[in-house]
Nanobody, 120 residues
Framework: QVQLVESGGGLVQAGGSLRLSCAASGRTFRRYTMAWFRQAPGKEREFVAASWSDGSQYYADSVKGRFTISRDNAKDTVSLQMNSLKPEDTAVYYC??????????????WGQGTQVTVSS
């Protein structure tokens, strides 16, 4: 069982930056794929970025070059640094964990979500 708690959301102007963090419980954090998803009002949840257990990273095209995912296996945390934010990045952001490398929404474990709002 893995429990995930996100933090770091908020309101920022377009062009600004935010850093999201996700703290995970469990002794096998390093074996999990960790990912960030987001869901805007009226839209389906979508993949943002993932960090495989081997440290490889994968990004959605919409955030490539602007967002960076990083993990600290010693602290059981994963972060999402978001730069050059756009109004269309406004969404609830979710941290997720799974034993498999995947970019679909079928992750086994989810956090409660944190709101990110980007004003124009």
């Amino acid at each position: 069982q893995v429990q995930l708690v996100e933090s770091g959301g908020g309101l920022v102007q377009a062009g600004g930056s935010l850093r999201l963090s996700c703290a995970a419980s469990g002794r096998t954090f390093r074996r999990y794929t960790m990912a960030w998803f987001r869901q805007a009002p009226g839209k389906e949840r979508e993949f943002v970025a993932a960090s495989w257990s081997d440290g490889s990273q994968y990004y959605a095209d919409s955030v490539k070059g602007r967002f960076t995912i990083s993990r600290d296996n010693a602290k059981d945390t994963v972060s999402l640094q978001m730069n050059s934010l756009k109004p269309e990045d406004t969404a609830v952001y979710y941290c997720a964990a799974d034993s498999r490398n995947r970019v679909d929404v079928g992750y086994n474990y989810w956090g409660q979500g944190t709101q990110v709002t980007v004003s124009s």
